[in-house]
């Protein structure tokens, strides 16, 4: 996760805190920004795809992927969240058996 | 050592060695399955090209029409790249050997022997189908990966996991019918039971396609992907991880090897990777979030294949190589989660960063790297497929751009789901109070090894790009490959946490296609079972209990009615009153039903019925 969890998180409850969640969320619209300003100098230095034999004329738009990824994830909830209401139903649908969830092969102590 | 192993089928290292572990004390045991695979990884390394005649099996020559059993794949000569279809093989062995040497050490405290059983003749099945130079040996495998793969997921031993495998056995024998049909149809066609690549152009027929059929219900292509997240979350932890790891890719491997450039495949791929990241966001548990995120991933692979240039098969390789690394890791995080606090619900988990810490950190290593995040092995496995797409596009594929553009989409949906989705929901999120043990010792040193081969070959892909079937020109590390990558990831990543609210978990299960044979199925009995026994209800009433004991009593009182009739004028002749007519009556009927009449009556009766006869006859005439 880009929102900082590698510094070492410890026994506490930095994460759970208001102020560290607006620090991540300023982190992250940072970021958004900072990928989308860096690639100006390299669109302009046509370098983008320097690897790939192709002409990509048509895909050389600024942020464009920066858009793809906003609009491809924000239609992907949108689209899941529709299909939920006919798709989502209570847990014991089927009439399953309820059944504990601890796994019962390893014999070690199980907590709870 | 060297010369044994350099024509020894790997498969038969697991499968062999398998027999033994039930006598083995716990303690040895479980650093035997652990060497077990390793001791398969060094046979796999010292196979050879060109030694492999004495698996050639020639025991079955009148079943295959005189060709030998082809135990272990040998380079194609006629082939543009003779190589190419061993060095696939090879690649995908190395992993399957690999992975399970780590399974193994995470599985250290397992204590039921049956289950490492069945998972070594799976994983031993898997090697099997990976070295199959021909298509009856690929069966044989191929089978008996199903069937031990449910006794893996059996070895839960809870009610759940037995209905689920009971669902997934039908469905692989369902798979294993269309593959064994198509088998045998491709072998009266092309008259050899080789298994090469079959071309797209020339080789389509009811037989390769029942075999493409066969292997799509094993790679968990919708409408066919229902079993995979239905059955691998009710194994137990260990079970889910192996069985991660080799169903959908020997399939791949199957189709990477026989199904190169079907293009019907790049399309099956796209929605394969859209459909698993739908699900994946819309549900709960945090095992079958995983599970879904093998079909998003696997649809990569299915897509590499269809797109078919050497790009995109060793694309798909490599994505292979490192899905089945990243997607270990991640079970094992999610498995060390269910084992310390016995939930997998994201509905019940929540805040575990403040006692896992390294279950965590692993677990987010392992969702960088399905992201493809630039540093992890995703990156640079996973873009040379989306590269090889691009390039296929660029030249003369047009139709190729919505493939590549799907693709895209997809990957950016991967982080959703499987990228923050799992870690959020899992460790940050509500803090439920959980306050579990970090995991136990041999499951953060598995955890820790996987990690370090994600940023290993996140890093340094060279070894990796070294053992694919064709030679790669790629460098994922351009300045615009690791700008747009990043851009993609960031934006999702905002766009997560804007549509928070909306990803809330529910305590909800998601209808899927195994809806039809779960609900569908009784439904389809019971809707049955009332119109046919309905009519079948009706039809008793009316016939068997109206119309037949109605034509059977008329038969059996009717000729004495008649006679009766008939005899009334006589009595009535010979002055009887009516209590003696009705005496009479009454003797005649007890006659008639017992069919006994005093011969006298019968032979009168006869000459009547001749006379009536005759009359009718000369009437008639």
Redesign the interface.
Known sequence: ???G??K??????W??RPKSRKLL?RI??A??LI??L??IP?LISH??????P??FGKFNIP????????V??????L???G??I??????N??G??E??????????D??? | MTTFFSDFPPAFVLILGAILVPFLPKKIRSYYVIALPALAFVNVYFLQLDGNTKWNLDAFLWLTNGEALELLRTESPGAENPEAGYKLAKAFGYIFCLNAVIAFIFAF????ST?HVAALIYIGGALGVAFAGDLLTLYVFWELMAVSSTFVIL??????AK?SAFRYTMIHLFGGLLLLAGIVLTIQSRGSIQFDGFDFATEQSAGTWLILLGILVNAAVPPFAAWLPDSYPEA????GLILSAYTTKTAVYTLLQGYAGWEPLIWIGCIMS?YG???A??ENDMRRILAYSIINQVGFMVCAAGIGSPDAISGATAHAFCHIIYKSLLWMAAGAV???????KCTELG?L???M?LT??FG?IG??AISAVPGTSGFTSKTIII?AA??EA??GHASLWWAW?IL???S??VF?HA??KF??FV??NK?QGLR??EA?GTMLTAMAILSFLCIYLGVNPQPLYDILPFEVN??AY????V???????????????L?LP??KR???????FDWFY??GAPLFYKVTDKSLNSVNAATRKGIVDGLIPRLSSFFASAPSRILSWLATPVWLAQGLNSAEREKRREQLFERGQSGAFPIGITAILAVVLLGVLYVFSWFTR
């Open positions: 996760m880009e929102n969890d590698d070492g998180p410890r026994e506490f409850d994460f759970d969320w992250l619209i970021a958004c990928s989308f860096v690639e390299v370098d983008r795809h320097a690897a790939a192709i002409d942020g464009f992927y920066a858009v793809l990824g906003f491809a994830c924000t239609l992907m909830i689209v899941a969240k299909l939920g006919f798709l989502k139903r209570k847990e649908y089927y399953e058996p059944e504990e969830t601890l796994p019962e092969d390893i014999d070690d199980v907590l709870l | 405290y397992v204590k039921k289950q070895a839960r031993n809870t009610e759940k209905r137990s932890v260990t079970g859209v990241i739908i699900y966001l819309l269910l084992y310390r606090v016995g939930k997998s805040g960063y403040k006692t810490p965590l950190i987010t969702a960088l590269h691009e390039h660029a030249h553009l895209e989409a997809a950016a949906g959703l990228g923050i870690p959020y460790f940050f803090d579990p043990k136990p790629y460098n351009t300045a615009g490959h700008i747009t990558q990043i851009q993609l990831l960031m934006l999702s990543a905002l766009v997560f946490f549509f909306m990803l529910t305590s909800t299960i998601s209808l899927d779960r609900k």
